[in-house]
């Protein structure tokens, strides 16, 4: 089991439907992440949140919506997606990036499919 | 050219052999180095995690460092079937939040 949780598992959704994805931490950690993750390819960053704001959007289109409610909770808020946003959505968190690196621990994801 | 670069695989060994996993990179500016693995639909797991250049080791894994020629190592010693899975590598600079990975190695120990 990880320390970082994500619900749900699986999300099956059609296009006009609003969904939102959810993780949670309780290590204390101050900078949390989304990631998206195709079927043999690595991780691509989506959002990073430190010390619950916003500081890096890597140009992600306005039907992904993050939203950080305090420092242990992620939100991902699913609009309007398309049929190749498809893929498995991970959240990580790690103690803060300021004065260093810490590296980043991540959740099981959740499996989204688009119909 | 990538930053960082990994070989694909699939990387298939008998059960009990060395398995010796690699990557490089281009940015001298990489001060942290990460191995994760990942079973089939789970989430990267944080295998080891080293600082600038040298060794390390877990158990039956050993992480290396080479800044001077820009490449990073994962050996596992003693491979179970429980080891297949993809491995990643990930590094990162002072300061940032960024991590960049490598496009990961599916290994497979037979039994």
């Known amino acids: 089991d990880t320390e970082v949780t994500q619900t749900p598992k699986h999300l099956v959704m059609g296009m006009t439907n609003k969904k939102s994805l959810k993780c949670e931490q309780h290590?204390?950690?101050?900078?949390m992440y989304w990631y998206k993750q195709k079927a043999k390819k690595p991780p691509e960053l989506m959002f990073v949140?430190?010390?619950?704001?916003?500081?890096i959007n890597e140009s992600v289109p306005s039907r992904f919506s993050p939203e950080c409610p305090n420092s242990s909770l992620l939100n991902l808020h699913l609009h309007a997606l398309q049929p190749e946003d498809s893929a498995l959505y991970l959240c990580?968190?790690?103690?803060?990036?300021?004065?260093?690196?810490?590296?980043?621990?991540f959740g099981d994801g959740t499996r989204l499919s688009i119909l | 050219q990538k930053e960082v670069e990994q070989d694909p695989g699939p990387l298939s060994v008998p059960e009990g052999a060395i398995v010796s996993l690699n990557c490089t990179y281009s940015?001298?500016?990489?001060?942290?180095f990460m191995w994760y693995r990942q079973y089939s639909r789970k989430g990267p797991e944080l295998l080891m995690y080293?600082?600038?250049?040298g060794n390390k080791e877990d158990g039956r894994f050993t992480a290396q460092v080479d800044k001077s020629s820009k490449y990073i190592s994962l050996f596992i010693r003693d491979s179970q079937p429980s080891d297949s899975a993809t491995y990643l590598c990930?590094?990162?600079?002072?300061?940032?939040?960024?991590?960049?990975f490598g496009a990961g190695t599916r290994l497979f120990v037979k039994a």
């Open positions: 990580a968190s790690s103690h803060s990036g300021t004065g260093g690196y810490q590296p980043q621990h």
């Open positions: 290590m204390g950690h101050r900078a």
């Open positions: 949140y430190s010390y619950e704001k916003l500081s």
């Open positions: 940015n001298s500016a990489f001060q942290y």
């Open positions: 080293t600082y600038s250049s």
């Open positions: 990930a590094m990162s600079g002072i300061g940032g939040f960024k991590t960049i």
